[in-house]
């Protein structure tokens, strides 16, 4: 419901610029994976797992400076 009013919302300022009611569709689902991502990736580092990249995670950051 939210996707569907923040959608509707954004096509009119894309009308207003010029562009497809496409183009804000592909916007607010870019928007919508970006926040999911970051999301995920705090999920993550608050269960202490860490980043991952191609399978392998890496910890917090321990060696002393």
């Given at each position: ?29 870019s928007a919508a994976l970006f ?18 990249w191609k399978g392998r995670t ?6 002393k400076l």
């Open positions: 419901a939210t996707w569907v009013l923040m959608a509707v919302t954004v096509v009119s300022t894309y009308e207003s610029y010029g562009q497809s009611w496409r183009a804000a569709l592909v916007c607010t689902w926040t999911a991502t970051t999301f995920y990736l705090v999920w993550r580092h608050w269960r202490r797992r860490g980043g991952g890496y910890s917090r950051y321990t060696r």
